[in-house]
C-alpha cells in the first residue's frame, strides 16, 4: 500500500470534518445563546450552556451561575434551565415542586408564558439574524454594480488581443448600447443578441475619450463557482476555469455550454478547459438535479454543477447598511421559501428524497465551500443558520416548534398538556426527529 498516495484524500478529509464542525459549532452556538440571553432577560436560570454532547472538556461557572461547558462530540449543544430533566427541556416534575414559589418562576416550567414563548423562540430567531448579518456583510463588502457600467478589473481569460482596460466606461458592444447592469432583461437581450466569439468590438470612454476597443465576450463559458457534490467539482475543476470545446465544438459563450448540458440527457461529455494558460482535457457526466422554478414546484434538469460570471468584475460602488441588511433579510426568506416548497414536494413524491441530505451531505458541503474560499464558507454558514432556524420551528416535540405549539394549547385553553400528554408526544417526537435523520443519512450513502 502506498501511504504517501492516501495522504491527500485523508487530508481532504480531515478538512471536511473540520469545516463541518466549525459550521455546526457557529450556528449551533449562536442558537443556543439565543435561548439563553433571552432566558436570561426573561427572570429565567440557565443552569448550563454546553457546546457539545458528552464528556466535558473545559467549563466554568459564571456570576449568573451558569455552567459553560465545551464537550467533546461537537455535534450540537444545549442549554439546560433550572427544572429541566435533560437537555431537550423535559420538565423534572419532582425538582419544581420542591422549590419555592419564588424560584420556581425561574424555572422554564414556572415561568410565565411569554418568558417561555420569548426563550424558546429566540433560538431559531438567532439563526436568523445571524443569516441576515452575514449576507449583508458580504453584500456590503462586494458592493453594488456602480452605474453606468464600467471595467473594475477583467478575469484571466484565453482570448489573445485584447485592448479593454480596468476603468473603461462601456457605451456599445458590437453596436449595441450598453443598458444599466439593474436592468436585468434588457441586459440578458444584449447579452443573447451578440455574436458568441471570443472577441467583440467594445466602444468605450476613457479618460473622457470615446474609443473603440477589442473586448471579451461578457458572459464566456467560465467556471465561477462550483456547486459541492456535483459531475464539476468531482472532477476536479475549479473556479476561474475557461471551457473552451466540448466533445470538441469550440464554444465562446456560456450559453453554448448550458445548451449542451441540459440536452445531453446524461452523457459523458469530454471538455477542453483553459486554466491559467494551460489547456487541459476533463471528461464528465451531468447529473440530473431537481430546481425550483419562479412560479414554485420543481423541474428536473442535467447539470454539471457550475455558475458562470462575467468576463470582468464591474466597477462597484459601497452598499448602505439599509439595503444590504434587507437585501439579507431577502435572501433568508428565500431559503425558508424554498425549504418549505422541497419539504412538500419531497412528501408528495414531485421531486426525489434524495434532495435530503444528512450529516455525511452536509460535511461534504461544508468542506467543498471552504475549499472555494473564506467568502463561500461564510455564505454557506448563513444559509446552513436559516435552514437550521427553519428546521427548529417544524411542530414536531422536542423541536423548538413542538415547544411553541405546546405554549400555544396553554395560550388557547389555558392550561398547559399534562405531564402524561408531554411524556407521549415527546418521545413520539424524538422517534420522529431521530428517524429523519438516520433517513437523511441513508440518503447521504445510498444517493452518492
Same mark, same amino acid.
Given at each position: 500500500?502506498?501511504?504517501?498516495?492516501?495522504?491527500?484524500?485523508?487530508?481532504?478529509?480531515?478538512?471536511?470534518?473540520?469545516?463541518?464542525?466549525?459550521?455546526?459549532?457557529?450556528?449551533?452556538?449562536?442558537?443556543?445563546?439565543?435561548?439563553?440571553?433571552?432566558?436570561?432577560?426573561?427572570?429565567?436560570?440557565?443552569?448550563?450552556?454546553?457546546?457539545?454532547?458528552?464528556?466535558?472538556?473545559?467549563?466554568?461557572?459564571?456570576?449568573?451561575?451558569?455552567?459553560?461547558?465545551?464537550?467533546?462530540?461537537?455535534?450540537?449543544?444545549?442549554?439546560?434551565?433550572?427544572?429541566?430533566?435533560?437537555?431537550?427541556?423535559?420538565?423534572?416534575?419532582?425538582?419544581?415542586?420542591?422549590?419555592?414559589?419564588?424560584?420556581?418562576?425561574?424555572?422554564?416550567?414556572?415561568?410565565?408564558?411569554?418568558?417561555?414563548?420569548?426563550?424558546?423562540?429566540?433560538?431559531?430567531?438567532?439563526?436568523?439574524?445571524?443569516?441576515?448579518?452575514?449576507?449583508?456583510?458580504? +453584500?456590503?463588502? $462586494? /458592493?453594488?454594480?456602480?452605474? *453606468?457600467?464600467?471595467?473594475?478589473? &477583467?478575469? #484571466?481569460?484565453? @482570448?489573445?488581443?485584447?485592448?479593454?482596460?480596468?476603468?473603461?466606461?462601456?457605451?456599445?458592444?458590437?453596436?449595441?448600447?450598453?443598458?444599466?447592469?439593474?436592468?436585468?432583461?434588457?441586459?440578458?437581450?444584449?447579452?443573447?443578441?451578440?455574436?458568441?466569439?471570443?472577441?467583440?468590438?467594445?466602444?468605450?470612454?476613457?479618460?473622457?475619450?470615446? +474609443?473603440?476597443? $477589442? /473586448?471579451?465576450?461578457?458572459? *464566456?463559458?467560465?467556471?465561477?463557482? &462550483?456547486? #459541492?457534490?456535483? @459531475?464539476?467539482?468531482?472532477?476536479?475543476?475549479?473556479?476561474?476555469?475557461?471551457?473552451?470545446?466540448?466533445?470538441?465544438?469550440?464554444?465562446?459563450?456560456?450559453?453554448?455550454?448550458?445548451?449542451?448540458?441540459?440536452?445531453?440527457?446524461?452523457?459523458?461529455?469530454?471538455?477542453?478547459?483553459?486554466?491559467?494558460?494551460?489547456?487541459?482535457?476533463?471528461?464528465?457526466?451531468?447529473?440530473?438535479?431537481?430546481? *425550483?422554478?419562479?412560479?414554485?414546484?420543481?423541474?428536473?434538469?442535467?447539470?454539471?454543477?457550475?455558475?458562470?460570471?462575467?468576463?470582468?468584475?464591474?466597477?462597484?460602488?459601497?452598499?448602505?447598511?439599509?439595503?444590504?441588511?434587507?437585501?439579507?433579510?431577502?435572501?433568508?426568506?428565500?431559503?425558508?421559501?424554498?425549504?418549505?416548497?422541497?419539504?412538500?414536494?419531497?412528501?408528495?413524491?414531485?421531486?426525489?428524497?434524495?434532495?435530503?441530505?444528512?450529516?455525511?451531505?452536509?460535511?461534504?458541503?461544508?468542506?467543498?465551500?471552504?475549499?472555494?474560499?473564506?467568502?463561500?464558507?461564510?455564505?454557506?454558514?448563513?444559509?446552513?443558520?436559516?435552514?437550521?432556524?427553519?428546521?427548529?420551528?417544524?411542530?414536531?416535540?422536542?423541536?423548538?416548534?413542538?415547544?411553541?405549539?405546546?405554549?400555544?394549547?396553554?395560550?388557547?385553553?389555558?392550561?398547559?398538556?399534562?405531564?402524561?400528554?408531554?411524556?407521549?408526544?415527546?418521545?413520539?417526537?424524538?422517534?420522529?426527529?431521530?428517524?429523519?435523520?438516520?433517513?437523511?443519512?441513508?440518503?447521504?450513502?445510498?444517493?452518492?
Amino acid at each position: 500500500m502506498d501511504i504517501a498516495a492516501l495522504l491527500p484524500q485523508f487530508g481532504g478529509i480531515f478538512m471536511t470534518v473540520l469545516a463541518f464542525v466549525v459550521a455546526l459549532s457557529v450556528i449551533v452556538a449562536v442558537h443556543e445563546y439565543g435561548h439563553y440571553i433571552v432566558g436570561r432577560w426573561s427572570g429565567i436560570k440557565a443552569e448550563v450552556f454546553s457546546l457539545g454532547f458528552g464528556p466535558v472538556l473545559f467549563s466554568r461557572v459564571d456570576k449568573h451561575g451558569t455552567q459553560w461547558q465545551l464537550a467533546a462530540l461537537p455535534f450540537g449543544g444545549f442549554v439546560k434551565f433550572l427544572g429541566d430533566a435533560n437537555a431537550a427541556s423535559a420538565k423534572d416534575g419532582e425538582a419544581v415542586a420542591e422549590l419555592p414559589p419564588e424560584v420556581q418562576r425561574q424555572t422554564m416550567h414556572g415561568a410565565p408564558l411569554w418568558a417561555r414563548t420569548a426563550t424558546v423562540a429566540a433560538g431559531p430567531v438567532f439563526n436568523f439574524v445571524l443569516s441576515i448579518l452575514i449576507f449583508a456583510g458580504v +453584500m456590503m463588502t $462586494q /458592493g453594488k454594480v456602480a452605474e *453606468p457600467l464600467s471595467i473594475g478589473e &477583467l478575469r #484571466p481569460l484565453p @482570448a489573445q488581443g485584447l485592448t479593454v482596460q480596468p476603468g473603461d466606461r462601456l457605451l456599445e458592444i458590437e453596436g449595441q448600447p450598453v443598458p444599466g447592469f439593474d436592468d436585468g432583461a434588457i441586459f440578458d437581450d444584449l447579452i443573447g443578441s451578440l455574436p458568441k466569439q471570443p472577441v467583440l468590438d467594445y466602444r468605450v470612454e476613457r479618460d473622457g475619450q470615446t +474609443m473603440t476597443v $477589442q /473586448g471579451p465576450y461578457p458572459l *464566456p463559458p467560465l467556471v465561477a463557482q &462550483l456547486a #459541492p457534490q456535483s @459531475a464539476a467539482f468531482d472532477t476536479k475543476l475549479r473556479s476561474g476555469d475557461v471551457i473552451t470545446a466540448i466533445d470538441g465544438t469550440p464554444v465562446a459563450a456560456f450559453s453554448q455550454l448550458k445548451d449542451v448540458v441540459e440536452s445531453s440527457d446524461g452523457r459523458a461529455l469530454e471538455l477542453q478547459v483553459w486554466r491559467a494558460g494551460e489547456v487541459m482535457d476533463f471528461v464528465l457526466a451531468p447529473r440530473r438535479v431537481d430546481e *425550483p422554478l419562479p412560479e414554485g414546484g420543481f423541474q428536473a434538469s442535467w447539470r454539471i454543477g457550475i455558475a458562470g460570471g462575467m468576463a470582468f468584475e464591474p466597477a462597484t460602488e459601497t452598499l448602505g447598511p439599509v439595503e444590504a441588511v434587507t437585501g439579507g433579510a431577502v435572501q433568508v426568506w428565500r431559503i425558508i421559501e424554498g425549504s418549505v416548497s422541497g419539504l412538500y414536494h419531497m412528501v408528495t413524491g414531485a421531486i426525489s428524497s434524495c434532495n435530503m441530505s444528512g450529516p455525511i451531505g452536509i460535511a461534504e458541503v461544508s468542506g467543498a465551500m471552504a475549499s472555494q474560499g473564506a467568502e463561500s464558507f461564510i455564505w454557506f454558514i448563513a444559509v446552513l443558520s436559516a435552514a437550521v432556524g427553519f428546521l427548529n420551528l417544524l411542530p414536531i416535540p422536542v423541536l423548538d416548534g413542538g415547544h411553541l405549539a405546546f405554549y400555544a394549547y396553554e395560550g388557547v385553553t389555558g392550561k398547559p398538556p399534562s405531564d402524561g400528554a408531554l411524556r407521549i408526544l415527546m418521545t413520539i417526537g424524538l422517534t420522529l426527529v431521530l428517524g429523519l435523520m438516520l433517513f437523511a443519512l441513508a440518503n447521504d450513502i445510498m444517493c452518492s
